[in-house]
């Protein structure tokens, strides 16, 4: 059985384009509506593939980075300084005359960090040690990172609920990641054959069911017209742009591997959308939130082919 669970997230890890746009395809057609005990379910989901993925790494190689965190930070000041300007420039070239889809790009492109940037980083096999760290350092700066960024670019002091996202992020990444680690190190090991095998394989249907929960979520609140075109490939380009910077940022990097090129591109290029909705929807009028949706729809197919096409250059 662990040998035949083993084939399936084998095969799974190889296809995640299917899983991806199997998960986004069925969102479009069911209905969900969006509920405080439906976020506990993507929360749990979340954690449970943090956990897993943590299964296969070292508690060790986690300190290390610890003790030399600039690689991380490197990634924070490109995820919250380097890609907003980004966003408001191309947001300027292209709409000019239109405040609110500026100021979602603007939004979009200062939140957090995406949790499942650690899923990626495990399955492109990165630097799983720098993506923990540059998640849960994110999970402390952002409560004062986004208070500053709004006051400062936007010239609005808005209210957010940072310590139900503390928390949330805490449950989400560096508890399970924690936990996982340190079993991996009591174990000698050992957890990799389960991380590999029956773990792997249901950590993928978690994200499977975690990408179909925000399609199905986010799809109604999106109106198909001729207009919307425009909008669709100008966020493409920018959530395109922010795996981009990443791969130009770890240019700066001294000891620059495959895996730090990897991990610094994931994890700067994927952010936790459902963040930016929060606070574009509860903050902004409801075309701020246009921007935000799309980039869902664009990140996690994105993610695959990025890597697909990453191993199919290094076989050239």
Not at 11 to 23: A, C, D, E, P, T
Not at 130 to 158: E, K, M, Y
Request: hydrophobic letters at 55%.
């Amino acid at each position: 059985m662990p040998i035949l669970f083993a084939k399936w997230n084998d095969w799974l890890s190889k296809n995640m384009f299917i899983v991806v746009l199997s998960g986004l395809l069925l969102g479009l057609f069911i209905n969900i509506t969006d509920s405080p005990s439906l976020r506990k379910i993507v929360v749990a989901l979340f954690a449970y593939m943090t956990f897993v993925t943590a299964l296969g790494t070292s508690f060790k190689e986690f300190t290390k980075v610890l003790y030399k965190p600039w690689i991380p930070l490197w990634v924070l000041i490109l995820v919250h300084f380097v890609t907003p300007l980004t966003a408001y420039t191309v947001g300027m070239i292209f709409y000019p005359n239109d405040p609110d889809i500026r100021l979602g790009y603007l939004i979009g492109s200062s939140i957090p960090i995406g949790v499942t940037s650690i899923i990626w980083t495990s399955l492109i096999k990165g630097d799983l040690a720098i993506s923990f760290v540059a998640v849960t350092l994110d999970t402390f700066v952002v409560p004062v990172a986004l208070p500053l960024f709004f006051h400062i670019f936007i010239g609005q002091t808005i209210d957010i609920n940072y310590r139900q996202m503390v928390i949330d992020l805490m449950l989400m990444v560096t508890i399970p990641s924690i936990t996982g680690m340190l079993l991996h190190d009591q174990t000698q090991g050992k957890t990799l054959g389960f991380a590999k095998s029956l773990g792997g394989a249901t950590s993928k249907l978690c994200l499977f069911f975690v990408i179909l929960i925000n399609s199905a979520v986010v799809m109604p609140q999106i109106t198909w017209d001729i207009s919307i075109l425009k909008t669709l490939m100008v966020t493409l380009f920018i959530v395109s742009a922010g795996f981009f910077v990443g791969y130009l940022g770890s240019f700066a990097v001294k000891e620059r591997t495959q895996g730090i090129i990897l991990t610094m591109m994931y994890n700067v290029g994927i952010r936790n959308n459902a963040c930016g909705l929060v606070i574009a929807l509860t903050y902004f009028p409801p075309r701020v939130a246009i921007p935000m949706t799309l980039s869902i729809l664009y990140q996690q197919p994105l993610a695959t082919i990025i890597a697909h096409l990453y191993k199919r250059l290094k076989t050239i």
